[in-house]
């Protein structure tokens, strides 16, 4: 005599969960603190204050308190470092 094999109810697949919505990209023409750029440029928090008052760094821009930079302006430092070695 043959043993069946005992079956186990089947659960039917659940429905997968709509992806999340996709981020925008960030605004290109936003002002960066100095805690992202030194995300972009891999350099210490000295190196940028010393470029900005050599004048390698790009301009700040001054809101109150508060220290930035254009965004496009440091992506264009970055590139520039990179297409010159």
């Not at 043959?2 to 186990?8: A, M």
């Not at 697949?13 to 750029?37: F, G, K, Q, W, Y």
């Not at 001054?62 to 965004?71: D, E, I, V």
């Amino acid at each position: 005599m043959k043993k069946s094999r005992s079956s186990t109810p089947q659960q039917s697949p659940v429905p997968a969960a709509p992806p999340p919505p996709a981020t925008p990209p960030p605004d290109p023409n936003r002002l960066v603190r100095l805690p992202e750029i030194l995300q972009i440029l891999p350099i210490k928090k000295s190196t940028w204050w010393k470029w900005c008052q050599e004048g390698k760094a790009p301009a700040p821009v001054r809101l109150g308190r508060c220290t930035c930079w254009k965004y496009t302006d440091v992506v264009a430092l970055a590139m520039e470092g990179i297409n010159h070695g």
